[in-house]
């Protein structure tokens, strides 16, 4: 049987790694998966994850199964941590979360969810998007469909015309919106955006589904929640897709969750009912030891101060790293515009190079970031600065 098989590419964010790790350049630079890294080029450990993994192997007494829902106190914890603690949809009872297996996995859950709940939906997400959205929602069998999002050639957002999409979609389909932090574009809405994004989606009548996978990265925990806020604020549905692995820095111990805002207290029962079904067909019950993790932070004063430090820590460093680079790349004489990196969120811009010069850095440079240009901004470091923007300048 396995003989009918085509090899599959490499993956074109993760295939990255591979190549680097296998680089021997002494200058070689990894600006390829979205992971935060600090000035050493190394991905840490949080301190307040250090602090919560010797709390909890001390408390810790069993490993019996969890079940579907995962960590009700973790689910209840990320549940305000997204919507904020006294939300008008918390206080009516109409959010459900399950616990699991990274933002992917979050995905996954509700891709089969949706289909659950129409078979047919399409799937409308932003041109363009996180590569691995795609594969995944089709291969729970949803249509993709995009909405124009990114203007390549102006850096800017693509605004009228993404409203204009937006209002022939209708309600039996699905739209994904990042809720910050834009993956790959790093171009967010801005709360005004918001606000005419929420209010066609009420008109409308579809279902939003927001990504948020970059949660405190762009401006702040409770800023960058504010499309997520408002939307389940104004509309009947909405489904939530959160990942802990890079604000808490969990990547490997893979953990998000996913959430589903209903009309009311009932309709959220029977919704979770599905969920816990699609859930328990997919991977039965998730992994339990970032969960007990995050909850142990958000779940302890101190802790979450500590963990909010951390955050912010990183967040500075990867808005500084993007001024630097705009700075370096003017002091190598490069005439070309490239400030708008530094007014972009999060941990990805376009660097707005093609594919050949992308090729290009990385077989004589030995510079790795995704075909598309997509570069992860926290690979960038002063020590590797200079020799990226001189690499940069050569090949332009
Ligand atoms: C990325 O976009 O680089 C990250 O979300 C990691 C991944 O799984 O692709």
């Given at each position: 049987m396995f003989k009918t098989l085509t090899a599959m590419p490499a993956d074109p964010i993760l295939g990255l790694l591979t190549q680097y790790r296998q680089d021997n350049h002494s200058q070689k630079i990894d600006l390829g998966v979205g992971v935060y890294k600090d000035p050493a080029g190394h991905t840490p450990i949080l301190e307040c994850v250090k602090t919560a993994e010797k709390m909890r192997t001390e408390t810790e007494t069993t490993k019996v199964y969890i079940g579907p829902t995962g960590s009700e106190s973790f689910n209840q914890l990320m549940s305000e941590l997204a919507f904020g603690q006294s939300h008008t949809a918390l206080l009516a009872d109409r959010i459900r979360t399950v616990s699991t297996p990274g933002g992917t996995g979050a995905l996954r859950v509700a891709a089969e969810f949706i289909k659950s709940c129409n078979p047919n939906a399409v799937i409308w997400v932003s041109d363009p998007t996180w590569a691995n959205h795609t594969g995944l929602f089709e291969a729970a069998g949803l249509t993709v469909k995009t909405y124009p999002y990114?203007?390549?050639?102006?850096k800017t957002l693509k605004f009228d015309q993404m409203v204009d999409a937006l209002k022939q979609i209708n309600k039996d389909d699905v739209v994904l919106l990042h809720a910050c932090c834009h993956n790959p574009s790093g171009m967010d809405l801005t709360q005004s955006q918001w606000d005419e994004v929420i209010s066609i989606t009420a008109q409308q009548g579809f279902t939003?589904?927001?990504?948020?996978?970059?949660?405190?990265?762009?401006?702040?925990?409770?800023?960058?929640?504010?499309?997520?806020?408002?939307?389940?604020?104004?509309?009947?549905?909405?489904?939530?897709?959160?990942?802990?692995s890079k604000n808490f820095g969990l990547y490997r111990e893979r953990i998000g969750a996913c959430t589903i805002v209903a009309d009311n207290s009932q309709a959220a029962n029977v919704a979770f009912s599905v969920l816990l079904y699609v859930v328990r067909c997919i991977y039965s019950m998730p992994p339990a030891h970032g969960a007990a993790l995050v909850e142990t932070i958000l779940g302890n004063p101190e802790l979450k101060q500590a963990w909010l430090n951390e955050l912010t820590v990183m967040r500075d460093r990867i808005n500084g790293n993007r001024q630097m680079l705009v700075s370096k790349l003017i002091e190598n004489g490069v005439e070309q515009d490239f400030s708008f990196i530094a007014k972009q969120k999060g941990m990805f811009s376009f660097l707005g190079i093609n594919p050949e010069q992308v090729e290009t850095l990385k077989q004589q440079h030995s510079i790795y970031m995704v075909g598309s240009s997509r570069m992860s901004i926290a690979g960038i470091s002063e020590a590797n600065v200079d020799y990226l923007a001189k690499s940069i300048a050569t090949i332009l």
């Open positions: 990114y203007d390549y050639d102006t939003p589904l927001i990504d948020m996978a970059y949660q405190g990265f762009g401006d702040g925990v409770d800023e960058d929640a504010y499309g997520v806020r408002q939307m389940a604020a104004a509309v009947e549905e909405m489904i939530l897709c959160s990942s802990c």
